[in-house]
């Protein structure tokens, strides 16, 4: 009966390639024995070598390569035998891989889970004690483990990439890794060896108390993510049972001292909360607004935008103008139509009999989105998403200010106000409605005037674009009037 040994280290590459030469020799699985290292003699076993000398090239599924890649570091002494014969089946039985009910296959599954589980906790709870001087051209550090499968040599890798820079040990009762001078090696494995503490472990201690939340405190879930196996060879485990004895008096105290809501803030929120589908305010003044959209971190235009631009004007505003977003000039200076599109609209406003002092302005969108190129920063039209992401802070000025009319100017603001943007130039002119009933008189962007090559074009163009305003001012009378 033939009998394989394999070595100690690269067990997974000499599994497979005894597997292969099993399979090429069609040995059945019950008429070969596996062992990990040295075996007792068996009168009837062949030699290893022999075993091995003949190898094939054999087809599988992916899956089982990964999970022989797996369970070969398990401890059962049977995973070597569990995963030939499951090999075995594989060459008639398509589809095995797939068969949730096959017993066989689910122990392979419940072994592959296991050594990922143990692999995760030598990543999470190997703690290295520096050993050598620090003056060395690397230092040198060492920890020890007890992984629960053999599970050091797969994952010394991670070891290796993470702390590249340094020469470690990490010592386990089955196997020893080395690492120097950017090479991995192993040795035997050996008895916890004596590892001094270092000056970091009090500092890490303190940390690992102070961000420790009594209040959150769950003892069965910490123990299962951190076994009381591995407690002592981490340092701060030692600070464990008094945090948990004192866990109760301390989160009693938190809450003693945790601040309470003011009743009018309270009520205000309850309120809100009762209207379910209704984006209210949450600021209860203009000033409070501001505050609010420039720490806003809704959609990702805040993280390239020098600020956000928030909308100014009147609190009693019967006029609200709503542009798309802040352009260069405006993310530079924090305020709404500064720049030329700005210049252009307030000069025809004026001559339209609009007075930008008694109305609202403000954006749809109120970070600035650009691309840039050399120097410039190059104006983008905002997408959909970020356009829901912002109309809770326009709705929110809407609500404070209570517009008589808005103005709307251009496709990002008509989307944000009526929930389309379609056809604008077809539309402008016209006076439609928000969802909440607020009149929305729809035109163009200045910035669209400014963009028209053709001189005789932009005069048109403009001189519409005057008319539109005429009329919005016009119809915002008659609202005064009503």
């Keep these: 009966m033939p009998h394989v040994a ?73 995973r070597f035998a569990r995963l030939y014969a499951m090999l075995w089946r594989l060459r008639s039985e398509k589809g095995l891989m797939e068969d949730r009910g096959d017993a066989a296959l689910a122990k392979l599954r419940s072994m592959e889970k296991a050594v990922h589980r143990d692999r995760h906790k030598m990543t999470a709870f190997v703690r290295f004690r520096e050993i050598g001087a620090r003056d060395l ?15 050091l040599e797969p994952t ?8 590249a820079d340094m020469d470690w040990m990490i010592a386990t009762p ?94 205000k929120i309850t309120e809100r909360l009762a209207a379910p589908g ?14 609010e959209e420039n720490a806003c971190t809704r959609c990702p235009l805040y993280e390239n935008a020098t600020q956000a631009v928030p909308g100014e004007g009147p609190r009693d505003a019967d006029l609200m103008v709503v542009g798309e977003q802040p352009g260069d000039q405006e993310d530079l200076a924090g305020r709404p139509f500064v720049g030329p599109a700005g210049q252009m609209f307030d000069r025809i406003a004026r001559e339209a009999g609009i007075d930008r002092s008694r109305a609202f302005v403000t954006n749809a969108v ?49 989307e944000s106000l009526t929930g389309s943007r ?23 962007h200045p910035s669209y005037l400014l963009r028209l090559p053709d001189p005789a074009l932009r005069d048109d163009e403009t001189e519409k674009f005057r008319a539109d305003l005429k009329s919005a001012q016009a119809h915002l009378e008659e609202l005064r009037a009503s």
């Design 366 to 414: 109120k970070h600035f989105k650009f691309a840039p190129k050399g120097k410039r920063r190059i104006h983008q039209n905002p997408n959909t998403g970020e356009i829901k992401a912002c109309r809770f802070w326009l709705q929110s000025e809407i609500e404070l200010v209570r517009p008589k009319l808005i103005l709307s100017m251009g496709g990002t603001a008509a």
């Design 278 to 291: 209704v984006v209210r305010a949450m600021a209860d003044d203009l000033d409070q607004l501001r505050a």
């Design 137 to 151: 051209p690397r230092r040198r550090f060492a920890a020890w483990f007890e992984p629960t499968h053999f599970t």
């Design 174 to 267: 089955d196997l020893t890794a080395i690492f120097e001078n950017g090479e991995i090696g192993f040795a035997a494995g050996q008895p916890k060896p004596d590892i001094p503490e270092d000056a970091t472990e009090e500092l890490w201690g303190t940390y690992f108390r102070n961000i420790f939340n009594p209040a959150r405190l769950k003892v069965g879930a910490m123990m299962s993510e951190m076994p009381k196996k591995y407690w002592k060879n981490l340092p701060e485990a030692r600070h464990i049972p008094e945090m948990i004895a004192s866990a109760g008096a301390r989160a009693e105290a938190m809450q003693a001292a945790a601040p309470t809501l003011p009743p009018l803030r309270a009520a």
């Design 6 to 78: 394999l070595p100690h280290t690269g067990t997974d590459k000499a599994w497979r390639d005894a597997a292969r030469g099993l399979i090429a020799r069609r040995v059945p699985p019950d008429e070969v024995t596996w062992s990990r290292g040295a075996a007792e003699e068996d009168l009837f076993a062949q030699a290893p070598e022999q075993v091995a000398q003949t190898r094939a090239t054999l087809k599988v599924p992916r899956d089982f390569v990964s999970l022989a890649g797996s369970v070969v570091w398990h401890r059962d002494p049977e």
């Design 422 to 444: 379609k056809g604008i130039l077809s539309r402008r002119g016209t006076v439609e409605e928000t969802a909440e009933g607020v009149p929305v008189f729809l035109t163009v």
């Design 156 to 163: 010394a890798p991670f070891f290796a990439r993470r702390f």
